[in-house]
């Protein structure tokens, strides 16, 4: 019985959480971009990064049904996009405008995952609120 209390208020705790949540992106600008700057630089397979930028706005259609084939291709279904971790990070190298010399993304799913735990969470935050903010 004391484990069915627990789980029942960790869900309850959670559901608080994700209002909380609505209510605060209902009450943030709508964002189209959102730049991250490091507080210590990055580095990653040569590159030294000090500031990423999203265009959350560019973002099409044709990108979500391209982030949701992969993840099928994966053996992963979708239920709610801007609540699936995968997605996000789909959206995440989708949207990242920083390129190389060459012209090349410099953001893959292998770097989102390299970043230290606080720079991921707030990228993988704003990809969420951007999609939050569209369903108000």
């Not at 484990?3 to 943030?28: I, R």
């Amino acid at each position: 019985m004391s484990t069915e209390k627990n789980v029942t208020t960790s869900l309850e705790a959670a559901a608080e959480a994700a209002a909380a949540l609505d209510a605060e992106v209902k009450e943030s600008p709508d964002d189209l971009t959102f730049t991250h700057t490091f507080k210590k630089p990055f580095e990653y397979r040569g590159h030294t990064v000090t500031e990423l930028t999203f265009d959350w706005g560019g973002l099409t259609g044709a990108d979500h049904q391209a982030i949701e084939d992969d993840l099928r291709r994966h053996g992963l279904t979708l239920v709610v996009p801007s609540f699936t971790c995968e997605f996000l990070e789909g959206m995440a190298v989708r949207a990242c405008t920083n390129r190389d010399a060459n012209g090349i993304r410099i953001v893959d799913l292998d770097m989102l995952r390299a970043l230290p735990i606080r720079d991921y969470q707030q990228i993988y935050m704003s990809a969420r609120r951007f999609l939050r903010r569209g369903e108000s």
